[in-house]
């Protein structure tokens, strides 16, 4: 979620128009399904599936940053919630070129090493699936990269991520792949071409189970809602997706947690959808936005995770959206503290390796040699055990809301 989220509601609004459904109106049962080319069938139609509750805290965590040298600061977070166990290191991929999808060894293998001191941790992986991610590609332009990722054009980046995180510790890491491809901010967007979307989908998921040692799990993560295109459109199929996730912020503005709960495609069917597919949901996003200081957000939010089938949920804390990194929310802050201080987390869960699916073709193996760090990253500053960089740092509390130029770049 970045800038181009700000503009959710006029889309949404846009795509319902040209659907012939009158602005501001519910979509009815025929309409919504009319609105989506797969079996999904409206949350009215039929009995509704169970939704599991989970026996135990979901584990949580939050987004800090992307680069290696942010690492210290999930301790810093920790004392703030009164040593909590903040199991999930949330992090992504820079998407200028393909060699920031390949992943860069020293960033990767830092984060490995962290989510190695704990056998309860989770490392999170945002994973562009198209380059330059975030430079206005035209939507023909989107729709060409997207045909050729599907005939196996870019096999061999994912490839060598795949190697990568396997040989550097981290083969169990939950990959967000092409998050918000239902929306329009991401060069790696879903609408210009759905049917070669999921494929290249399909095609890269097999690519990277095809590692020996690999236990990667896929997260599917839309935006909640409608957005610029149904995200049941996008869905590329029960075998290739191990969690249905949600990137959920507090907006439009004037939004309340049950619109948020109600509308097309967002939390009801979220969790409904993945109960029909015996999967966990997840939300690798979520946090305050359009509605100011939120506490009651907050709190709606936190209670929806833990009574939902949740594999994880993590907070992107930097201004406007967070707590910790952000003075501006301190009523929201107050309550997150309150939810979640002391919390022990889940106990360890470790995934096994799903079954080897019929691999498409793919390049031969090469060298693999040590990327350049993407443009603007810090400076590696050396070898780091992973009680260093787990390690707790000084005394904890909410730190000062970073100015523009040193606010975290998630991409």
Request: charged content about 20%; hydrophobic content about 35%; overall charge neutral.
């Given at each position: 979620m970045r800038i181009g989220r700000l503009t959710l509601a006029a889309a949404a609004l846009l795509l319902m128009a040209t659907a012939s459904v009158p602005a501001g109106a519910p979509l009815g049962q025929g309409e919504r399904h009319g609105l989506s080319s797969d079996a999904y069938e409206p949350r009215t139609a039929g009995p509704r599936p169970p939704v599991r509750r989970p026996a135990h805290e979901p584990p949580f965590g939050a987004f800090v940053g992307s680069w290696d040298t942010y690492i210290p600061q999930i301790g810093r977070y920790a004392q703030w919630l009164g040593d909590a166990n903040l199991q999930v290191g949330h992090t992504y991929l820079a998407g200028n070129g393909w060699s920031d999808v390949e992943g860069d060894p020293v960033v990767l293998g830092l984060w490995s090493q962290w989510r190695l001191a704990d056998p309860s941790r989770m490392l999170v992986l945002g994973v562009p699936m198209l380059v330059p991610n975030e430079a206005h590609v035209s939507d023909g332009e989107v729709a060409k990269l997207l045909t050729q990722g599907a005939r196996g054009d870019f096999d061999g980046h994912f490839l060598k991520?795949?190697?990568?995180?396997?040989?550097?510790?981290?083969?169990?890491?939950?990959?967000?792949?092409?998050?918000?491809?239902?929306?329009?901010?991401?060069?790696?967007?879903?609408?210009?071409?759905?049917?070669?979307?999921?494929?290249?989908?399909?095609?890269?998921?097999?690519?990277?189970?095809?590692?020996?040692?690999?236990?990667?799990?896929?997260d599917f993560a839309p935006n909640r809602g409608l957005d610029a295109i149904p995200w049941t459109r996008c869905y590329p199929g029960d075998d290739v997706v191990d969690i249905i996730g949600m990137d959920s912020y507090d907006q439009p503005a004037g939004g309340t947690f049950d619109d948020y709960v109600r509308e097309p495609y967002g939390l009801q069917d979220q969790v409904e959808f993945a109960a029909?597919?015996?999967?966990?949901?997840?939300?690798?996003?979520?946090?305050?936005?359009?509605?100011?200081?939120?506490?009651?957000?907050?709190?709606?939010?936190?209670?929806?995770?833990?009574?939902?089938?949740?594999?994880?949920?993590?907070?992107?804390?930097?201004?406007?959206?967070?707590?910790?990194?952000?003075?501006?929310?301190?009523?929201?802050?107050?309550?997150?503290?309150?939810?979640?201080?002391g919390s022990k987390g889940a106990s360890a869960v470790l995934p096994t390796a799903p079954p080897t699916p019929t691999v498409p073709p793919v390049p031969a193996p090469s060298p693999v040699p040590a990327s350049p760090r993407p443009t603007g990253t810090a400076a590696a500053t050396g070898p780091a055990t992973a009680t260093a960089t787990a390690a707790a740092v000084p005394t904890p509390g909410p730190a000062a809301s970073p100015s523009p130029a040193a606010t975290p770049a998630r991409r």
């Amino acid at each position: 979620m970045r800038i181009g989220r700000l503009t959710l509601a006029a889309a949404a609004l846009l795509l319902m128009a040209t659907a012939s459904v009158p602005a501001g109106a519910p979509l009815g049962q025929g309409e919504r399904h009319g609105l989506s080319s797969d079996a999904y069938e409206p949350r009215t139609a039929g009995p509704r599936p169970p939704v599991r509750r989970p026996a135990h805290e979901p584990p949580f965590g939050a987004f800090v940053g992307s680069w290696d040298t942010y690492i210290p600061q999930i301790g810093r977070y920790a004392q703030w919630l009164g040593d909590a166990n903040l199991q999930v290191g949330h992090t992504y991929l820079a998407g200028n070129g393909w060699s920031d999808v390949e992943g860069d060894p020293v960033v990767l293998g830092l984060w490995s090493q962290w989510r190695l001191a704990d056998p309860s941790r989770m490392l999170v992986l945002g994973v562009p699936m198209l380059v330059p991610n975030e430079a206005h590609v035209s939507d023909g332009e989107v729709a060409k990269l997207l045909t050729q990722g599907a005939r196996g054009d870019f096999d061999g980046h994912f490839l060598k991520l795949a190697r990568r995180l396997v040989a550097l510790g981290g083969p169990d890491t939950v990959l967000t792949l092409g998050w918000e491809m239902n929306g329009t901010t991401y060069t790696h967007r879903c609408k210009p071409d759905p049917s070669a979307w999921k494929a290249y989908w399909r095609r890269i998921v097999g690519v990277m189970r095809s590692v020996p040692g690999q236990r990667f799990r896929f997260d599917f993560a839309p935006n909640r809602g409608l957005d610029a295109i149904p995200w049941t459109r996008c869905y590329p199929g029960d075998d290739v997706v191990d969690i249905i996730g949600m990137d959920s912020y507090d907006q439009p503005a004037g939004g309340t947690f049950d619109d948020y709960v109600r509308e097309p495609y967002g939390l009801q069917d979220q969790v409904e959808f993945a109960a029909r597919r015996g999967k966990p949901v997840s939300y690798p996003e979520w946090g305050l936005f359009r509605n100011g200081d939120n506490p009651e957000f907050v709190q709606r939010m936190v209670e929806w995770v833990r009574t939902h089938d949740t594999a994880y949920q993590t907070v992107t804390d930097y201004c406007p959206h967070g707590f910790f990194q952000c003075v501006g929310n301190p009523r929201s802050a107050a309550r997150f503290k309150q939810l979640m201080s002391g919390s022990k987390g889940a106990s360890a869960v470790l995934p096994t390796a799903p079954p080897t699916p019929t691999v498409p073709p793919v390049p031969a193996p090469s060298p693999v040699p040590a990327s350049p760090r993407p443009t603007g990253t810090a400076a590696a500053t050396g070898p780091a055990t992973a009680t260093a960089t787990a390690a707790a740092v000084p005394t904890p509390g909410p730190a000062a809301s970073p100015s523009p130029a040193a606010t975290p770049a998630r991409r």
